[in-house]
């Protein structure tokens, strides 16, 4: 009961976010995700599951093979990467108000889980900081702390859209041809034995042709399918046909040329046995180790920052332009982390790479990231060998594609005619995201569209009026500590004999610092016999 109350109350005002799915109503505009074609939005739950479920299956084909990449690249075991995905899938959309968001186990968050493991000695006391961390986050939710995604600029989040674009394109084009040697669910700019580059070098050298014919196939079904009458099959979307076409022409491949046929190293790998006994539950003896409470509240930090971010860029990408509450999904991040961490699981965040697929899958409410994440639990129970055949060239093209949408080049075009003002941070963040990692490159990008903010507020904070020997300063904003030096210069180059009115009606807010230097200036400028006069201070 106390639960649903802290859940009600971080609700609240945002009732535009917190509508039973659909209820936008077909008024609501479109977006480009889907063109012009995209037919309204159902007012009926039952109305939107021709669009959902096939959806959620495309995600759920996704979202398999980096659940157990970044388990691997976090050096947790496998069944971790799984447990997270689950649990993101079916906890989450029961509590949050985010229709298109799919969450799971985050590859940003990666490196911050290797380093919290092997400083613990011990996946089991990981596990109780992913608790500890997920109780932090439900506090931060019912606290409404929320609201910090909105102090990121657009265009650093249009940045980070099209970086996770590039980087799939990057990231993928290697995989899609067969070149497996990096982890599948990788986002980092270091790889295994080099980095993004070296990778794309290399890539050529190790070329799989089985895998290639693979990705071909599946890259003309993906970009005809839409333009053919076959997209009007609701139900069927073209990434679903891609991956039965890709598992069963390898399967022919191994009949008919097997040369051509791909080994299971190129396909989807399922961890197998008794998963009951393979799940590592919270050491709760480690609750009074401080390390754990420190790696508890970082991971709480870092996973918030990541959710908020995300939500923020997948409510850009929805054609219906829904606003998801960000309190209520910090609600829904907690509760599902400290189920994780109870489970043995990875700690979980939205997932812009799933939320895109998921978009552009054609998912319009939160019953996909529902089935992706029950399609996830059946599949890991009973259908291991099945989804082994699936092979990873063809969900690397359908990533491809996906990375096309986000970065394709009407997005830098559009950035541009907005200024240098919004270009400039936006190309910093994809270019920092790309050579370093997801919240590394944000914060760069934050930085840079910082200083421009305070370069924008520095020009024509007053102007200056010469009428022979009287000079008038007006102010014409408000005037920050940053304006000082401008102030000081300015006056250096009064000459002597000026009568000088400083003229502050106009500002919305002076700062102390900057009103103090005008009066030291009014005390000294006698020396130069300048006469100043101050009004509005």
Not at 228 to 244: E, T, Y
Not at 302 to 328: C, F, G, M, Q, Y
Not at 453 to 466: A, E, N, P
Not at 486 to 501: C, G, I, N, Q, W
Request: contains cysteine; glycine residues 8%.
């Amino acid at each position: 009961m106390q639960l649903q109350n802290a859940i009600q109350a971080s609700a609240g005002s945002e009732h535009m976010g917190a509508r039973a799915p659909g209820a936008e109503g077909a008024a609501a505009p479109r977006g480009e995700a889907h063109g012009d074609s995209t037919p309204p939005l159902d007012s009926r739950l039952t109305g939107n599951l021709k669009y959902d479920i096939p959806a959620g299956v495309v995600v759920f084909l996704v979202a398999l093979p980096l659940c157990l990449g970044i388990a691997l690249a976090s050096g947790a075991p496998l069944l971790s990467g799984i447990v997270a995905g689950i649990v993101g899938g079916l906890v989450i959309p029961l509590i949050s108000r985010a229709q298109l968001s799919v969450s799971g186990p985050a590859a940003g968050l990666a490196a911050i889980v290797l380093a919290g493991i092997t400083s613990l000695q011990s996946f089991q006391a990981f596990a109780l900081a992913v608790v500890i961390g997920g109780a932090l986050q439900l506090g931060l939710g019912v606290l409404r702390a929320g609201a910090i995604s909105h102090f990121f600029p657009s265009s650093v989040i249009k940045g980070m859209l099209a970086a996770i674009g590039v980087l799939l394109i990057l990231k993928q084009l290697p995989h899609a041809i067969g070149y497996d040697k990096d982890n599948f669910a990788s986002e980092s700019f270091k790889a295994e034995g080099g980095n993004t580059f070296t990778m794309l070098a290399q890539a050529p050298q190790a070329i799989e042709w089985g895998a290639f014919l693979i990705s071909a196939v599946c890259l003309a079904i993906l970009v005809g399918w839409e333009k053919s009458r076959l997209a009007k099959i609701s139900w069927l979307p073209a990434p679903l046909v891609a991956v039965l076409v890709a598992t069963l022409g390898n399967e022919l491949f191994k009949v008919a040329v097997p040369s051509l046929a791909l080994e299971q190293k190129h396909l989807v790998t399922l961890p197998t046995g008794d998963l009951t006994s393979a799940l590592q539950l919270p050491d709760w003896s480690a609750i009074a180790r401080p390390e754990v409470w420190v790696l508890g509240v970082t991971l709480a930090i870092v996973a918030s920052l990541e959710t908020l971010l995300n939500l923020e860029a997948v409510d850009r990408i929805d054609p219906w332009h829904r606003k998801s509450p960000p309190n209520r999904e910090l609600v829904a991040q907690g509760v599902a982390n400290m189920l994780s961490g109870f489970a043995g699981g990875l700690p979980v965040t939205s997932v812009i790479v799933r939320s895109s697929a998921n978009t552009n899958a054609g998912a319009r409410t939160r019953v996909s990231a529902l089935t992706h994440g029950a399609l996830l639990l059946l599949a890991v129970v009973f259908a291991a060998g099945l989804l082994s055949h699936i092979p990873l060239a063809c969900l690397a093209t359908i990533l491809l594609v996906t990375g096309y949408k986000l970065a394709k080049p009407a997005i830098f075009a559009e950035m541009r005619k907005l200024g240098w003002n919004h270009f400039i941070p936006f190309v910093v963040t994809i270019v920092a995201i790309v050579l370093t990692d997801l919240l590394k490159g944000i914060a760069i990008g934050l930085a840079v569209g910082v200083l421009f903010v305070l370069r924008t507020q520095m020009s024509r904070v007053f102007d200056v009026i010469h009428e022979g020997a009287r000079v008038t300063i007006r102010f014409n904003k408000a005037a920050y500590f940053f304006t000082q030096g401008k102030l000081v210069a300015l006056f250096e180059r009064l000459p002597s004999d000026t009568h000088v009115v400083v003229d502050a009606q106009g500002a919305s807010y002076v700062d102390h610092d900057v009103a103090e230097l005008i009066r030291r200036f009014q005390q000294t400028a006698a020396r130069r016999n300048i006469h100043v006069e101050i009004r509005g201070l």
